[in-house]
């Protein structure tokens, strides 16, 4: 009884010590990756300072003005910049970001309109991502041609559903010059959470696609990983990191 009891103490410190060894093998390559993208991201905000306060003079020079409340036009684009590159803990775009430009006949409509065609530009932004995947996938035998005609003709029918479902959206830069004939120009900037936005266009694709086989719902559900998203291609912005 004695060797049977000493034999379950040593089984379980062994089995103790072997999950606390994988665990540090685990936690050690994740602590490195953490303290590498703390570098990556104090580093990148320097940059973005640095380029943001330059952008905002040019800005300035044209004629450029924040609204009533807003922040300082240099921190404005600043947090658009950190946005349009910042990663999530897989290494994928944690925000898509995009702004639009639009003219109107007082800041108001202008803004408004500006507000939509950004929420657009961030739909059109995650549709050319899918587009691209599924053009990926069929290229590795994943879809066939009429699976991957299938998923795009129901992405191409989503864009504007997608882009009305985006609801509640960070607003990055909002600024505004008056034109010499009394219009006005709004340039309003948007981002949106990838995973969130990624969730809204799988909804709506499969909603254009209730007609199609399980197998195939299922095959779309593989193929929108986040991972998968190429970096820089989740915003419109120009971004100048020199």
């Known amino acids: 009884m004695k060797t049977k009891n000493f034999f379950i103490v040593l089984m379980a410190g062994i089995l103790i010590a072997s999950t606390g060894m994988a665990q540090k093998k685990l936690t050690d390559p994740l602590k490195a990756n953490l303290a590498q993208r703390e570098v990556l991201k104090k580093d990148l905000k320097k940059k973005a300072i640095k380029q943001a306060r330059k952008e905002a003079k040019t800005y300035k020079k044209g004629g450029y003005k ?14 658009a910049w950190i946005k349009s590159v910042e990663l999530d803990g897989t290494g994928a775009p944690e925000y898509v970001v995009a702004q639009a430009r639009v003219i109107g006949g007082n800041a108001s409509a202008a803004k408004m309109q500006a507000m939509h065609q950004s929420k657009v530009e961030l739909a059109g932004l995650i549709s050319s991502n899918i587009a691209a995947l599924i053009e ?13 005609a299938s998923i795009n003709n129901a992405l191409q029918a ?7 479902d985006l609801g509640r959206v960070f607003n990055e830069i909002e600024i505004y010059k008056e ?13 949106y959470n ?5 969730d809204i266009a799988q909804k709506s ?7 199609k086989t399980d197998a195939l719902h299922q095959k779309l559900d593989k193929l929108l990983k986040l991972d998968t998203f190429e970096k820089q291609t989740n915003t419109n912005l120009i971004i100048d990191e020199d």
């Open 158 to 164: 989503s864009k504007e559903f997608i882009a009305a």
């Open 205 to 211: 694709i499969k909603q254009k696609m209730e007609d």
């Open 194 to 198: 990838t995973r969130q936005a990624l």
């Open 66 to 79: 924040t609204f009533i409340g807003g922040l300082p036009l240099d921190k404005q684009i600043e947090g």
């Open 136 to 148: 990926s996938s069929t290229a590795n035998n994943e879809l066939s041609q009429q699976e991957a």
């Open 179 to 191: 034109l010499p004939n009394k219009n006005v120009e709004v340039l309003v900037c948007l981002s």
